[in-house]
């Protein structure tokens, strides 16, 4: 089983900043991708930014709405990632979820989905 903890959200103006933040614990063999998603009121939930273990590397990725604006950084040895939100708009208002894929030590590897409780972000004046 993996939890993930969220912290972060609240309520700022907009063109204000926030930093998200997301760790990861429990039981897991190891930690493939980790990212953001979020979910507006009425709306569908969105990807936002995710990081992806790669035979280059990581591949990052970006929703267009917030590319330049947001920034995605993940830190694989402690499984945290955080997303650091910039020149914030009214349209960024939504509930954020953190998001990470586990691999098991199998071969090949069985890969889970995991979310966390999401934490609520509101841009307002």
């Known amino acids: 089983q993996v939890q993930l903890v969220e912290s972060g959200g609240g309520l700022v103006q907009p063109g204000g900043s926030l930093r998200l933040s997301c760790a990861a614990s429990g039981s897991f063999y190891g930690i493939s991708a980790m990212g953001w998603f979020r979910q507006a009121p009425g709306k569908q939930r969105e990807m936002v930014a995710t990081?992806?273990?790669?035979?280059?590397?990581?591949?990052?990725a970006y929703a267009e709405s917030v590319k330049g604006r947001f920034a995605i950084s993940p830190d694989i040895a402690k499984n945290t990632v955080s997303l650091h939100m910039n020149s914030l708009k009214p349209e960024d208002t939504a509930i954020y979820f953190c998001?990470?894929?586990?691999?098991?030590?199998?071969?090949?590897?069985?890969?889970?989905?995991?979310w966390g409780q999401g934490t609520q972000v509101t841009v307002s004046s």
């Open positions: 998001h990470a894929t586990s691999y098991t030590s199998d071969w090949p590897p069985k890969y889970s989905d995991h």
């Open positions: 990081s992806q273990a790669t035979a280059r590397g990581r591949d990052t």
